[in-house]
């Protein structure tokens, strides 16, 4: 694959006392590197979408809590456990939606816990060698989400995906683009239509750089023309990351993927979900139970303008996801399978069995 980050778009910095990350709120136009190197900065790079991509974002959860026990080496145990926690709760605030982050915090702090017996620069070491081994299963992950996602497309289909889930979001691959990757190099081709993914235009911006870099046919579109590429029969399939997937199949995704998954049922086309099973929440029932971040109003009116294109005083509502029904879904991709209704049974039997195809 021809993308230049691979797994470099997170990593830890030269000395592993700091972590550094590809800016994605500069490209395409800028390829900027950012060290973080403070509590402060690591929740900001995460909360402002420096990092972002559910999977890169557990990636760098790992690193960043690694990176604080490394600076508080010469602390005595308990207080170096009460620093900690305070700062894994801090850290794990900056998102709520997104499981990854949470998922990423409390495997850290596990690692932590099972380990309290020895002294604290064993401890640092090995939360170092659990937060590579994050990134490691996360490249193993997007190699075998794409597989099946492959699975199910054929060569030449269009294919609509929204926000990004490619290699910037990931280590490798990716999830929702990572089957157009896997099939180019195995000599398939694919048409894309990419929305642009208001209000931050990760599509736009992300995505449409990322399969260009890979020689991928893609066609930027706005949002709101999602309807009328399905309706002249260009796409074949949605395929959409997550962030967040309920034990029943609702799932949280950047906002707008509700409205293509709408789009995709009335116009007869399959709509998949793909992410890592890290992304499953069986102790969130439904999708009314995801807590949706509000952001800044300032990202619609002003954010991507040389000058503030509404007025100053108007409200806004700007929710960061919405949630897809789980009966706009066709089907659930993972590292382990693919998910089908009902996915209360599916997803349940999925987590319990591991590697087990279940669609």
């Known amino acids: 694959m021809k993308n230049e980050f691979g797994a470099e778009n997170v990593l830890l910095a030269e000395g592993e006392k700091s972590v550094l990350i590809v800016d994605q709120t500069k490209l395409p136009n800028v390829v900027e590197y950012l060290e973080l190197k403070t509590l402060r900065q690591m929740y900001d790079a995460i909360f402002e979408l420096k990092v972002r991509g559910a999977p890169a974002i557990g990636i760098c959860a790992a690193y960043c809590y690694y990176c604080l026990a490394k600076a508080k080496e010469d602390q005595p145990m308990e207080q170096f456990e009460k620093d900690l926690r305070e700062e894994k709760e801090y850290l794990n605030s900056s998102r709520p939606t997104a499981v990854n982050l949470s998922w990423a915090l409390n495997r850290m702090e596990r690692t932590f816990l099972s380990n309290r017996e020895k002294n604290v620069p064993e401890v640092v070491e090995i939360l170092k060698q659990e937060a590579k081994k994050i990134q490691q299963e996360d490249i193993e992950m997007c190699r075998k989400i794409s597989e099946y996602g492959l699975s199910l497309l054929k060569d030449g289909d269009g294919v609509l995906t929204h926000c990004n889930a490619g290699p910037l979001a990931t280590s490798k691959y990716g999830t929702a683009l990572g089957p157009l990757f896997l099939g180019k190099e195995k000599g398939m081709n694919f048409h894309v239509f990419a929305d642009e993914t ?162």
């Open 198 to 359: 208001r209000p931050l235009l990760q599509g736009a911006r992300l995505t449409s750089y990322e399969l260009q870099k890979d020689g991928i046919d893609v066609t930027l579109i706005c949002d709101n023309m999602a309807s009328i590429v399905m309706k002249n029969g260009w796409v074949q399939a949605c395929f959409v990351g997550c962030d967040r997937v309920a034990a029943n199949g609702d799932t949280a995704n950047k906002i707008g993927t509700s409205g293509v998954a709408i789009l995709a049922k009335h116009y007869g086309i399959p709509f998949y979900v793909l992410g890592p099973t890290s992304t499953i929440d069986l102790s969130c029932k439904n999708g009314d139970e995801i807590v949706i971040e509000q952001r800044n109003p300032e990202e619609i009116k002003s954010k991507f303008y040389r000058e503030p294109m509404a007025p100053a005083d108007v409200k806004c509502y700007n929710p960061a996801f919405d949630v897809t029904d789980h009966s706009l879904i066709s089907a659930i991709v993972t590292e382990h399978g693919i998910c089908r209704a009902p996915y209360e049974k599916s997803l349940a039997v999925l987590l319990q069995d591991g590697e087990k195809f279940v669609g």
